[in-house]
């Protein structure tokens, strides 16, 4: 297999993509379906969409059929490394460099910047200059809030899918196609708006000596929706750990523990079902690779959430994110209070600390519920299908529910006329995308190069070229959440399994996404391979109270289970104690 049935072109104008980032939004491949439908009439002409609003480019500087935006071979979701730079030539006073850095940590491997000519663009720039005061000024964004609430509204208006019949289940999802333009229009706004005001903070605290201060002074802001999941998962741990029925019912196993659950009249299990019920109809969206309508969420398969709950109930007291969190913003407070004092003879860059202080907590929080309300959305559209695809399963058309999501959006209607004659068209595109998902994509994809032959491709973690740790080294990332830490080493490649952490162990995983969330809180610490100040891995680290430390390249190859690490989530380093 040389190319996949999603492939997109190159575009000869934004001529660079790269997984950096990407793997964070998509660390497996995309489904047929999922790109199709979710991605190409959704998510992709939002975001070009909120280029546009943001004030980077105008309509006819781009495309979106082939899509100049995003880009995917073999199933695997690209940044376009390209546009992010047109908006560091044309926003005043950034770079196309410091667009790297922000958006893509250190990483290596990211093509040196090519000037075009159209690159620079005065009228653009004024615009930028507009957007950029906005975003340093403004203490609320009314298009966000709304597609959040969109986003809301639509779970709660879902109909029974039981009810509803094949065709009107595919109206359904693709109904959804549309809602996530709306509010990814506005989450794309978010994210190039999100950097910023970290990056005044940073460059103050630079500025003054006092750079490591950074990072503590934007911890706990509060109202990171992707957080919230941990504490509502803490709660519930809390509850199996004060209760020797739910305890024992956990010691039995998590594959048939919430019927066994259901069988019991008992107040702990009563007690213990509503709170779980409560949890999924907030955060059941969440899953492994959740931006793909394929991947299955907490809502679809329990076990998901319920194994992060089994490492979770054996965390210590000490560990509660409530109190870190409380801890942390009032140690926030003191501290800006202090850094606002050194600079108070300096009314520019008094005001400059101030208004990178207020935008970054305020664009944290759009972020997270940007990404929550998109999510949200293509969870609406997983829901339906999946329903679909069970249907599938009992008429012998599939085996698996997932398999209808190897259909392409445009073969819908036709599948729904007569869904046998797909049967092998579907079995073919599913064995072959077990196979991609266990491929390692190219980190970039440029125009000069092409994008090499999928037959090509290394497998995922086969011999690994990166070079061993050795006792004493130190490892250099980019500081994310505060804390000083030494623990075991733990390298965790998908959230689902993960049934070895101890509490006092450190997660050194690939990257995450909000899926990983409550694992956050089942360790002591987290290194991640790729990242910046604004990832996720670095916003919720700050908001529960771990230490963490990003962009550590190859974290995951160099740095053996079981070696003992001390993290330091203030300056950024990671280093080797013991093997």
């Given amino acids: 297999m040389d190319r996949w049935i999603t492939d997109t072109e190159i575009s000869s104008r934004f001529p660079y993509y790269t997984r950096a980032n990407a793997d964070e939004v998509g660390p497996d491949p995309f489904s047929p379906l999922g790109w199709s439908l979710g991605w190409m009439k959704g998510c992709i002409p939002g975001v070009a969409e909120g280029f546009v609003q943001f004030g980077v480019l105008d309509h006819d500087e781009f ?36 667009i790297d850095l922000a958006y893509f940590g250190d990483h290596p491997g990211v093509p040196v910047y090519q000037p075009h000519p159209d690159d620079e663009n005065e009228a653009q720039s004024a615009k930028l200059a507009t957007k950029m005061a906005w975003v340093m000024s403004t203490d609320r964004f009314e298009a966000m809030d709304a597609g959040a609430a969109l986003a809301r509204r639509t779970v709660a208006e879902r109909p029974n ?10 109206a359904r999802g693709r109904a959804m196609a549309p809602l996530i333009y709306d509010v990814w229009t506005s989450y794309c706004e978010v994210c190039l708006g999100a950097s910023l005001g970290p990056g005044a903070v940073q460059a103050v605290c630079a500025a003054i000596g006092r750079g490591e201060d950074a990072v503590k002074v934007m911890a706990a802001v509060g109202n990171i929706e992707s957080a919230e999941a941990s504490f509502a998962m803490w709660d519930l741990s809390r509850l199996v750990k004060a209760s020797p029925e739910l305890t024992d019912a956990f010691d039995q196993g998590i594959g048939d523990l919430l019927d066994r659950l259901t069988q019991s009249s008992s107040p702990d299990a009563v007690g213990f079902l509503a709170a779980w019920q409560a949890m999924l109809a907030e955060h059941g969206h969440r899953g492994p690779n959740e931006w793909d309508m394929r991947a299955h969420s907490w809502t679809t398969k329990p076990t998901l959430a319920l194994s992060m709950l089994e490492r979770l109930r054996f965390q210590t007291e000490d560990r509660s994110p409530h109190v870190a969190r409380a801890a942390a913003a009032q140690q926030r407070k003191v501290l800006a209070a ?4 050194l600079v108070a003879d300096d009314p520019e860059t008094s005001g400059m600390l101030q208004a990178g202080l ?8 759009l972020r997270e519920r940007g990404k929550g309300a998109c999510i949200r959305v293509i969870h ?9 695809g069970r249907r599938m399963v009992q008429r012998d058309v599939t085996i698996d529910p997932q398999q209808v999501f190897m259909l392409l959006d445009d073969e819908l209607d036709a599948f729904l006329a007569d869904p046998e004659s797909f049967a092998g068209t579907i079995r073919e595109r599913d064995q072959s995308f077990r196979q991609l998902s266990e491929l390692e994509p190219p980190y970039i994809v440029a125009l000069e190069d092409g994008v090499p032959p999928i037959s090509t491709w290394a497998r995922r973690n086969a011999g690994a070229t990166a070079t061993p740790v050795s006792v004493g080294d130190v490892l250099q990332g980019a500081p994310a959440a505060q804390g000083v830490v030494t623990g075991t080493a733990r390298v965790i490649l998908d959230p689902a399994d993960a049934p070895n ?7 050194i995983a690939p990257t995450t996404d909000p899926s990983w969330t409550p694992l956050f809180l089942s360790v002591a610490g987290v290194v991640v391979n790729v990242g910046a100040i604004a990832s996720h891995a670095a916003i919720v680290s700050r908001e529960v109270g771990v230490p963490c430390v990003v962009s550590v390249v190859d974290a995951t190859q160099r740095i053996p289970d079981g070696a003992t690490i001390t993290v330091d ?10 093997l």
């Fill in 63 to 98: 495309a979106l059929d082939p899509p100049e935006v995003f880009g995917n071979w073999g199933g695997y979701f690209y940044n376009q490394l390209s546009l992010p730079r047109l908006m560091g030539c044309r926003m005043p006073g950034a770079t196309p460099a410091a």
């Fill in 161 to 170: 899918l039981a009810s509803l019949s094949d065709a009107e289940l595919v």
């Fill in 338 to 341: 202090e850094l606002l004092g």
């Fill in 358 to 365: 207020s935008s970054a907590a305020l664009f944290y929080s």
């Fill in 380 to 388: 609406e559209a997983k829901l339906a299908f999946m329903e679909l």
């Fill in 501 to 507: 952490l101890e509490p006092t162990d450190i997660m």
């Fill in 569 to 578: 989530g203030s300056t950024g380093t990671v280093t080797i104690v013991s």
